[in-house]
């Protein structure tokens, strides 16, 4: 059972169905897609599609585009899907998972499942994180969370804060800084990668350390990928971070050193955490993030496995090529205790 119909549980689908396990994919979600739904209206790819394939079957190039949008990728994992005659339900979400005797029990709003495995692809962009910075109650002004950015327009002629050092803060600063008046403050220095490294080098690093190279990951590199848009906004003299603010005041924010300054509207651009609410019966004592895993498995439940929610479920695994690499070892797994349970 896979829980999560986004680009990783598709890949755990794929191996799933190649190893002839008996298998469906739950997802809340009414159509393909996962997360790439929502992105806001300029997000791309990092890299061109021939380097963002899932198992089996490659992304197709755009027409007139180097790095794909969010809707191409969308129509690809909808296409894949149908390509591999994926067993995919949806709408479906799963309320719980807990034990039952020998199996699992997957309990949703559509009905009850028993499984012997679980898979937990439910990504993380249910979950968005926003610090807890005093004064978040008194601001009049707008506060929103990337996941409800769409695009810098309505942000025209006004005076905003984008909050994050990772590359959803850089990308919307980018764009932002173009109509409104825009400050960037980040909790820590901002990490910027050389300007000759986007997912293709990305995707090489991250190959290399799966295959068990030495040298750093993909993270030792920086945290924001110089795409175009945040090179030009480099160009403009824009990307200047400034350290966080102590709090939020009814107006705008109070800096460390006493000023206080107004603002329109804050942007939390500061990261998500793992969707695993539907996994507490099965994982005594979480409480919220991460979850002991050796590989993809739950140290503490082992028939549980977890794909696609960061490095720590393998390397690069929350993009399209890692999360490939991390379901075929996850199926090879559970195929592998199967048999021995035969
Ligand atoms: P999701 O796509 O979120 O899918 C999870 C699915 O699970 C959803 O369909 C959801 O409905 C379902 N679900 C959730 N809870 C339940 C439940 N309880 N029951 C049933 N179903 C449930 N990735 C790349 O590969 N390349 C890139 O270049 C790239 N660039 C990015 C740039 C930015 C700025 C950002 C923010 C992200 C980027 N990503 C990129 C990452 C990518 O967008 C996500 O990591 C990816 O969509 C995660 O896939 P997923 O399958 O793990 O989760």
């Given at each position: ?164 050092g ?18 960037w403050v980040t909790?820590?220095?901002a ?48 990307l200047q971070p400034r ?100």
């Amino acid at each position: 059972m896979v829980v999560g119909g986004g680009q990783a549980g598709l890949a755990a689908g794929y191996y799933l169905r190649r190893a002839g396990l008996d298998y469906v994919i739950l997802d809340a979600h009414s159509r393909p897609g996962g997360a790439w739904q929502h992105g806001w209206n300029s997000l791309r790819l990092f890299s061109p599609a021939e380097y963002s394939p899932l198992p089996g079957w490659g992304m197709p190039r755009q027409d007139g585009e180097e790095f794909p949008t969010a809707g191409h990728v969308v129509d690809y994992l909808r296409t894949y899907e149908r390509r591999y005659d994926l067993r995919v339900r949806r709408p479906v979400r799963v309320r719980e998972v807990r034990p039952a005797g020998e199996r699992l029990a997957v309990e949703t709003d559509a009905g009850s499942w028993m499984a012997r495995y679980v898979i937990s692809a439910t990504g993380t962009w249910e979950c968005p994180y926003v610090p807890d910075i005093p004064g978040r109650e008194e601001f009049t002004g707008r506060q929103l969370h990337t996941v409800h950015y769409a695009s810098p327009e309505e942000f025209r002629g006004q005076r905003v804060v984008v909050v994050g050092g990772g590359n959803s803060a850089a990308q919307i600063l980018a764009e932002v800084s173009r109509v409104a008046d825009a400050t960037w403050v980040t909790l820590r220095p901002a990490r910027f990668m050389p300007d000759d490294v986007d997912g293709r080098v990305l995707f090489g690093v991250a190959t290399r350390k799966a295959a068990g190279g030495a040298g750093g990951g993909v993270s030792d590199l920086g945290d924001i990928v110089m795409v175009p848009s945040v090179r030009e906004a480099r160009e403009r003299g824009v990307l200047q971070p400034r350290s966080m603010f102590v709090r939020l005041t009814d107006r705008g924010v109070r800096w460390a050193d006493g000023a206080e300054q107004p603002y329109d509207a804050v942007i939390w651009c500061t990261g998500f955490e793992p969707n695993l609410t539907h996994l507490a019966p099965l994982l005594r004592g979480w409480r919220q993030g991460k979850v002991a895993t050796e590989g993809t498995r739950s140290v503490d439940e082992t028939r549980l496995y977890l794909l696609g929610y960061g490095d720590w479920t393998g390397p690069a695994s929350a993009t399209l090529v890692g999360a490939g690499r991390t379901a075929k070892a996850t199926v090879t797994d559970i195929a592998f205790r199967l048999q021995g349970q035969s």
